[in-house]
Nanobody, 129 residues
Framework: QVQLVESGGGLVQAGGSLRLSCAAS????????MGWFRQAPGKEREFVAA????????RYADSVKDRVIIVRDNGKNTAYLQMNSLKPEDTAVYYC??????????????????????WGQGTQVTVTS
């Protein structure tokens, strides 16, 4: 099973930037579809972005579109979520996830937590106003 470790979260003022990392334990991760989700206190875990490792294929939630971009480092088995112009409503624990069956693959399934079979432990992002 692919193990994922997120890092890079922290406390930032509104308008600031953060770069979250998702490091995978296996090189094979580059064959799979991936996703980023977030969960704010008292809320459901929600979709942020989905991507594949090849090409520049990615999809973003409307709430973060134009402020977030996926950056890949295939050599390090690591993907990054570069977040700019952060808002207080971006405050949440951010998780990366892998879909080893590739059933999501940027299709409708990519929005659902159930489409992913391995998750990291999450990293906290707090944005102050």
């Amino acid at each position: 099973q692919v193990q994922l470790v997120e890092s890079g979260g922290g406390l930032v003022q509104a308008g600031g930037s953060l770069r979250l990392s998702c490091a995978a334990s296996e090189r094979a991760v580059v064959l799979y579809a991936m996703g980023w989700f977030r969960q704010a206190p008292g809320k459901e875990r929600e979709f942020v972005a989905a991507f594949t490792w090849s090409g520049a294929n990615a999809r973003y939630a409307d709430s973060v579109k134009d402020r977030v971009i996926i950056v890949r480092d295939n050599g390090k088995n690591t993907a990054y979520l570069q977040m700019n112009s952060l808002k207080p409503e971006d405050t949440a624990v951010y998780y990366c996830a892998v879909d080893t069956s590739n059933s999501t693959m940027l299709g409708d399934n990519m929005y659902a937590k159930s489409g992913y079979d391995s998750w990291g432990q999450g990293t906290q992002v707090t944005v102050t106003s």
